[in-house]
């Protein structure tokens, strides 16, 4: 639980943003080991999103890995708009797709010297993880494409999300011919695109029997990567739908852990989700995670604790409300713990008896930061030292944007 994180987000489609920086910032905050999948649609968004140098500071900290990948998926369709219309998942890239050239061309745009852009990229492209495809992939996703519930169901719940105006049939079938993939659907997609246009009015997209299995595509690429760091996994809310359809209870284990934050946050700061709109508002940078991540460790590994199941609220009440043994023990007794903790014995403080703090000439701050050192970490010492400064004082609600 809290442990590893993979965000992945399409690199198009009509509905949502390429790439979420709330998302992202929430996971720096709460996970151990953060993946963001990038791809030449997400990676531009990300490089503009800060300057490019807070980027690198998050990357060669360790506080966030980057994973590029250089295969672009898509559905190959042949005879389109005919009878004899086939399609073929496939994956492959274009030169001007590979990473060097992503990142060389979007930094000579944000620095316009070419010599600064080319040090930063050669920088950002040592920390950056690309993969591509195994062959097998396409392979795999074709044998999944014929699963004939899993297709016509996930195409149903695609146009209920893209088109709920649309009321008219959804049959959509898949069938195998010379090692191509044939549908055959009962979809008026005119009048399913008509509903579409109105509905995202900018969008270039069509919807067809290409695309949406272009966009189941996609979902299988989701577990690919779940499935590859052996880790929870943040996608947008379409595909999301459509695994946990498909695996019903198996999903569970995905979004085990979103759901306990949500309370979690709304408990602490009196605003579900205050990090991730806090950063989707403007009032937080990624920027401004930096100073505070160094001190998350400890908060990190006291979250990984937690049981799945165990209620993070009452968790997290538990462990700053219940007292220490120190706590129960004599004032002088803990005294005494105190200055002996910081090698000052008895015989320094003289026949007096123990003493005071302002005696010993110590402030109380540090008496409190050496309670602190004897009484153990708290969680609530991340959030109220770090964390809750580094929202604003009352975290925008959704009523309000």
């Known amino acids: 639980m809290f442990e590893r994180l993979v965000i992945r987000q399409r690199s198009s489609g009509s509905l949502g943003k390429p790439l979420d920086l709330g998302v992202l910032a929430e996971a720096l905050v709460f996970y151990s080991d953060v993946r963001l999948v990038a791809n030449p649609a997400v990676l531009p968004v990300l490089l503009r999103a800060e300057p490019p140098e807070v980027l690198i500071e998050l990357v060669e900290q360790g506080f966030l890995k980057l994973v590029y990948e250089s295969d672009e998926l898509m559905i190959m369709t042949e005879n389109s708009g005919t009878s004899a219309e086939v399609h073929n998942p496939v994956s492959g890239h274009l030169e001007r797709f590979e990473l060097e ?90 009048e399913a695109n008509r509903f579409y246009h109105q509905r995202i009015p900018a969008s270039h997209s069509t919807l067809s029997p290409a695309y949406l299995l272009a966009h189941l595509l996609s979902v299988k690429a989701d577990l690919h990567f779940a499935a590859r760091y052996e880790s929870e996994i943040a996608i947008d809310d379409i595909n999301a739908s459509i695994i946990r359809q498909h695996f019903g209870h198996l999903f569970s284990r995905l979004e085990a852990s979103h759901q306990p ?5 709304d408990f602490v700061f009196d605003d579900a989700r205050a990090i991730a709109e806090a950063v989707r508002q403007g009032s937080c940078r990624l920027a401004d ?12 590994e006291w979250l990984r604790s937690e049981a799945p199941q165990h209620n993070l609220v009452k968790a997290y009440f538990r462990e700053v409300v219940t007292p220490t043994w120190l706590d129960k023990l004599p004032s002088k007794t ?31 701050t540090d008496a409190f930061l050496l309670d602190k050192v004897l009484k153990g970490w708290r969680p609530n010492q991340f959030v109220d030292d770090h964390l809750r400064k580094l929202l604003p004082a009352k975290p925008p609600k959704a009523e309000d944007k």
């Open 101 to 190: 050239a992503v990142l060389e061309t979007n930094l000579i745009e944000i620095y316009g010297k070419t010599g600064k852009a080319r040090r930063v990229a050669n920088r950002l492209k040592r920390n950056i993880e690309v993969i591509q495809y195994p062959q097998k992939f396409t392979t795999e996703a074709k044998q999944e494409l014929l699963d004939h519930r899993y297709v016509e169901d996930s195409v149903a719940m695609l146009l209920r999300t893209y088109v709920p105006e649309y009321q008219g049939p959804v049959q959509f079938r898949t069938s195998q011919y010379e090692n191509k993939l044939i549908v055959k659907s009962d979809i008026v997609f005119p």
């Open 334 to 364: 803990v005294r005494w713990l105190l200055f002996t903790s910081t090698g000052i014995g008895l015989d320094a403080i003289g026949a007096g008896g123990l003493g005071t703090i302002t005696g010993l000439g110590l402030s109380a």
């Open 261 to 265: 934050v949500a309370a979690f946050q």
């Open 289 to 300: 995670l930096l100073p505070i991540l160094p001190k998350a460790a400890k908060f990190k």
